[in-house]
């Protein structure tokens, strides 16, 4: 494999939510560094084990990593600078996942499924109680 000429991109920190992530990139985009989050969700388990790994990973170009790590180490509470209420705010604001409008209503899709399931095999043993009897 050839070198394409672009840049690889490496893995600055883990972050706890999307909150944190967006101070960390609108830190590291004031200081002329670009970045990338990549979300440790997982579309099989539903996000199930971000609380285990974190949110997801803010990635930077490999040559930009000193400097952005220069950078979150000389701007304390870079990470906690979101205001209590600004983060209420921002949370009612995301409850639902606006690239994925039904994100939000997956819940009830499963629980009807598993009711119908139930119904038919509920179904399915009284029909077969009825006939032998």
Do not use: C
Not at 40 to 48: I, N, V
Not at 56 to 63: A, D, K, S, T
Not at 87 to 111: N, V
């Amino acid at each position: 494999m050839g070198d394409s000429g672009e840049s690889r991109w490496v893995r600055l920190l883990v972050v706890g939510s999307q909150f944190e992530a967006d101070q960390v990139q609108q830190t590291l985009q004031n200081a002329g560094i670009g970045s990338e989050l990549q979300s440790y969700h997982d579309t099989a388990m539903d996000g199930l084990y971000q609380a285990q790994k974190g949110y997801g990973e803010i990635r930077v170009r490999e040559q930009d990593r000193q400097d952005a790590e220069r950078v979150l180490q000389e701007q304390p509470g870079a990470l906690d600078q979101v205001k209590d209420a600004e983060l209420e705010r921002q949370a009612m604001e995301s409850a639902i996942d606006e690239k994925r409008p039904e994100a939000g209503h997956r819940g009830i899709w499963i629980w009807t499924a598993l009711a119908a399931v139930a119904a038919l095999i509920l179904g399915y043993f009284l029909i077969n109680s009825l006939l032998i009897e």
